[in-house]
RNA sequence: GGGCACUUAGCUCAGUUGGUAGAGCGUUGCGUUUACAUCGCAAAUGUCGGGGGUUCGAAUCCCUCAGUGCCCACCA
């Protein structure tokens, strides 16, 4: 051979000459002006300060295999790349270098702040689609996007002001989600709330004149000094007398009311609540509704400031303690329960979260929601699995106010900017905001500190990714116009409202337009005991060792393979050895494809070898020249083309990979090959055995092509190896998908290969029932139901013969079962195995009994079925008559094996 | 508290419109036949979570109970 074909599949020697290769021609650049039909996907955008994790590695295998294969079935595919500048992430990120210098961002100032994150970015920003590179992904890269890139901060800013001017971007002082370590406020969508072991301390509250105290439950003590009133129900007879006195907080000397309010739940606690508007969203809005004050008893980092007095500057943790020791002391605790509640965690920072009162901006939803919420019930956008459907919906129906300002600097600066007098509003420029405004020209303006989330700018992704500017001037554009709406987005479905519902809103509202047209929404990876993989848990092995370990395509094979849709995958982790023994599967798979080829091209160079006339390979074999097993594994081939595409329509990846996966292994490997061997051993006809092999070689070509979207390495490598007048710039990818062709695919021959495939593993297990060596060909002789298979069988010699390691000595109908033999019966048809005497039967007798049991149950279950008035009169008549037919071939099959088992008792 | 999903062989999961169950891994036995030991051949293992209902017939449809996972809300 002159080729480069080993024994064993190595893909470190092909996968990234591959893609190099591929980057190289170009041969995945797109142009929108393309005349095929468009199919396109936007990648979600991975963050800056990401590495590759195995959610990336499903969900960009998903995305390819998509885009390989609509490409393949002639499509104009576009995959938008891109990447998100993650804002808190990256934020906190350069802070924690600055901190190395013992430096804040203050410190540095906001513009040289900034610098510092561009040259990180510029450093270390890619690594992951770097990274992706690895995985195979297909997408052209020169339109990769970045979300701070400029075209994509216009777009924000222009988005902010429109929703500012339609008064749907508001200004308000609420309670929110503050994150004490990075200092900024967060949305609700970044809380998590987790059950946390406290203690609720029931605390005295004196009236202002008296011995008497009021009891009040709380578990946050750090926070009385907030306390403006105590409520209690209008309607706990125990405490309407008490309404309108005043009490002294513990500790604070200060003297609140006691109101009257609904919130106050009688059942709970004492039935008395302290009201504590700063640092309770329901305290807030019982605050609201008494006109209460509403003093904030902390600092941004959490800990308490001046209205705590002696507690001033200490954590809130920290202060807890504290307190609780001087309420001990003053013999303000009643008692102390424990107690287990919910507690709101930062779901970047992982530190309990800060019910805050502060100025924040807000995006009301509400009106956003409607068209969102709308096309997703109309279906003109489609989940699957479908049932997330009803969680979109709930959120979608019960949506608050999004708060979208950050108090960071890494990200797009609100355009807001304020007068000296304080009006304020809107604008890309501070020239254009003092028309606005109605300012004489020079007024100074000052433009908001604070930046907006990160998600604000993600949720136009589907616009910004195609030069969408918002401004108005420009609403369309040629990519617009050919790849909006995008065909397919995948995602995983925990960011289904960050992100999914946002994008949808953005789109309908901006463009009028659904941005996609399905959703996939991926499984979750776990590890053995489910545990979702994650870097924090310490359960996530590097994906790139694992890569580099089984290869690409056994890691993109594997990971299809193990998910189904809508449904987490386990996988088994073994961390420590940074393996995922798993990977086997399609690490396996792959040396099969690879062993396959080369099994080809052996024959091939051997073939071309004794052939003296030196023609080419291109003759293949006619129609009438194609055997009884050629024609079966067509009929397969055809078969198998269309059940990949309907579970590919069906986003069934996992049904796709499984269909090749026993076409290729099962059918092609197990079967085809091994009856090739015998059709080319069995004739002296050269030009037969070369065209024989063309057509397996033609047809293992196409195979390829069926695997190249999920495998795409090996396929190209193997696909080049085929022929070698296949040059560089030729790539398998930009081949046509094959087509089924209905009129090959033929029931009766897949029927008769059944028989053919049954027969000789009947004959397997007999031989290996009794550990005869394969070295020794026994001999068969089967007895047939009828003269039709009698001739199939016939015609059949030599590959029972072959595949069953035996001579097969006669073959008729109504043949006795010879002495010293064993007997299989398979639809009615019997195989005698002819022993050479001195066997120990006692096995066989065990096995015939075992086999007499079985058909007499089964027997008995089908003739109590039968003979049942309502299954006749009720089953459709098909199904009785299979029924029947059933019965009838179970009872002669036990007749036949009591006989031959009698015969042994002889 | 509300919602969603899941419960099938030791493990991970298939099971299309209801007709008494399949694969891979693992286990056991045999095997080195010139594609492949990252392989081949064969074998064993299941009252399809419990109970009830619809039906001639339920792993499959309905109800209920139990368990697991996730999402939402979040009473001090």
Redesign the pocket.
Known sequence: MTREFS????PNKVESRWYETWQKNKIYKVSEKSDKKPYSILMPPPNITGILHFGHILNNTIQDLYIRWKRMTGFNVCWFPGIDHAGIATQTRIEQELKKENLTRYDIGREQFMERVWQWKELYGGIILKQMRLLGVSCDWDRTLFTMDETACNAVREVFIRLFDEGLIYKGKRIINWSPLSQTALS??E?????VKEH?YTLKYYFENGTDYLK?????PETIFGDVAV?V?PNDERFKKLIGQKVIVPLADKIIPVIADD????????????I?PAH????FEVGKRHNLEMPNSMNPDATLNELSGEFNGLDRFKARKMILQKLEENELIEKIDD?T????FSQRGGEPVEPYLSDQWFVDMKPLAEEALKVVLEEKIKFY????V??YQ??MT?I?DWCISRQLWWGHRIPVYYSPDGQFTAADSEDSARKKLNLPEGTPLKQDEDVVDTWFSSWLWPLTTMHWLGDGKSETNPVLEKFLPTDLMVTA??I??FWVARMIMATTKFKGQIPFKDVYFTS?I?D?S???LSKSLGNSPDPIEIINKYGSD?VRFTTIY?S?????????VDVKAQDI??M??G??????I???????L??KD?IFHDDTTESNFKQTLTQSELSFTDKWILSKYNTTIRNIGNSLDNY?V??YS?IL??FI??D????Y??VM?VQI?NSANIEYKKKLISFAIDLYDKILILQHPIMPFITEEIWHLLDEDRTESQSISLLNYPVSDENIINITIEENFALLQSI??EI??L???V?????IAVEIIISCKDSITVEFIKSQTEMIQTLG?CSLKECDINLSKPNNSLSSIYRENEIFMILDSSIDLDKERLRLN?EIERLE??I???E??IS?????????DD??N??KE?LQSMKESLLKVKSNLESLVK
């Open positions: 024994k064993a599949y190595d609700d969508e809380v998590e709330f987790r059950e609720l009040v439950a709380t578990v946050r409520a129900n919130y106050a739940d009688p059942t709970f606690g004492t039935g008395c609540v302290k504590t309770d969203p329901n305290d107690y509640h919910n507690v709101g699995p479908n049932h997330w009803k969680t709930h959120w019960n608050r479905p925990d289904i409202f979750l776990r053995g489910g545990r979702k056994a193990l189904p849709l809508g449904q987490d995958v386990k996988m088994d023994p798993s086997e599967i690490r396996n798979f792959a040396n099969k690879w062993n396959a080829g080369r099994f080809l052996m024959n051997n069934k996992n049904d499984k996966f026993d292994w099962r092609f490997c197990d079967w090959v091994e061997k051993n000789v593993e397997r297990a031989r290996a029932g550990n005869i060596p394969p070295k390691k075992k149950r089964n008995g279950g089908s109590k079925k049942n008035p309502g299954f006749v009169a009720k089953a459709g199904i009785v299979y029924e059933k």
